[in-house]
């Protein structure tokens, strides 16, 4: 067993100063405010200006995230960035917000699972901090969906925004940490319902980005199931359960989802933090924008069990057990 714990420093987040609303929606397809709100719980979504990057998002975030936990760029040794809309096809988001922190030493790299980016990212980032071979991490999730929507096609460009979220993590001796840090993972995914969720388009294919394509009914379908999983899993592997949870922090894709999900577990509604009204279906960014939300407003205190689960495509699920 390892002897370092992987222990939550400090949240960032940053959202595009434009807002596009449902009412701005209708203005432009067939389409209604109603219609919106009862499928999805989204009411508006941040979307990024001409010339602003998935890496000017991260940077923001990050760089938040640095000042809340009260560490410097230069005390970062390791940047995990979960993406699926990165600046270029190479090198990684996760280089050029290294380069613009000012961060000249450790390892950087980006890591692609969608939706679940960022649950993947962490469970990545805890892996290496707890060899010991680095100190401290920043986990970012960060997303430009608005470039990759087909804005004809309802059933998909009302559901995304563009958004980021970071989370400041050291590696510290578990003695010392107490109770607090990470205290499990679980990552999965499965191939074969790749075609559900999915881009058409990419550098080896068709030598576009593409356009997002969902089977939305689909994807609802095994939405639940998956997550009740992985969520399961973290119960079981550390002895918790929906009543000890302090705070549910979910991917931020759909309310009914959210919902759905919730009341399977048996977590109380109380106890779920939703940000999906204002931000949409932020992707990789929506937890950890949600988590920011939750820390910065007061419900997400020290000693607080936090769990966290997300689903995309791929399919990719997971989850995380953090005592804050």
């Not at 990212?121 to 805890?126: C, F, K």
Request: aromatic share 6%; proline share 2%.
């Amino acid at each position: 067993m390892s002897g370092i714990r992987s222990v939550a420093r400090g949240t960032g987040s940053y959202l595009p100063e434009r807002v596009l609303s449902n009412a701005d929606l209708a203005a432009r397809m067939d389409t209604s405010d109603e219609w919106i709100v009862q499928r999805t719980g989204i009411r508006q979504r941040h979307i990024a200006a001409e010339g602003e990057f998935t890496s000017h998002l991260a940077i923001k975030a990050a760089q938040r995230a640095l000042d809340a936990s009260g560490l410097t760029a230069a005390d970062i040794d390791l940047i995990v960035l979960g993406t699926a809309t990165p600046d270029q096809t190479f090198p990684a988001t996760s280089v050029t917000v290294q380069a613009e922190l000012g961060i000249t030493r450790g390892a950087a790299f980006d890591v692609q699972a969608v939706c679940s980016g960022f649950v993947f990212a962490l469970a990545t980032a805890d892996a290496y901090l707890k060899t010991g071979a680095f100190k401290r991490a920043l986990v970012i999730g960060a997303e430009t969906f608005s470039r990759i929507l087909d804005w004809e096609d309802r059933g998909t460009c009302v559901l995304f925004g563009d958004g980021a979220g970071a989370l400041v993590l050291e590696g510290v001796d578990a003695a010392t940490a107490g109770k607090s840090g990470l205290l499990t993972s679980h990552l999965r995914s499965d191939g074969r319902h790749r075609a559900k969720l999915y881009v058409d388009g990419g550098p080896s294919t068709t030598g576009t980005a593409g356009h997002l394509r969902m089977e939305g009914k689909e994807v609802f379908k095994h939405a639940v199931g998956m997550i009740t999983d992985v969520i399961e899993d973290a119960f079981a592997a550390t002895g918790e359960s929906a009543d000890s949870i302090d705070w549910f922090v979910p991917h931020q894709a759909n309310r009914r989802i959210i919902d759905a999900s919730a009341l399977k577990l048996g977590i109380a509604p109380e106890k779920v933090v939703t940000t999906v009204d204002l931000h949409g279906n932020t992707s990789a960014a929506s937890i950890p924008l949600a988590l920011d939300v939750a820390v910065r407003d007061g419900r997400i205190t020290k000693g607080d069990l936090v769990l966290l689960e997300a689903m995309g495509g791929g399919f990719t699920w997971g989850s995380a057990l953090i005592r804050w």
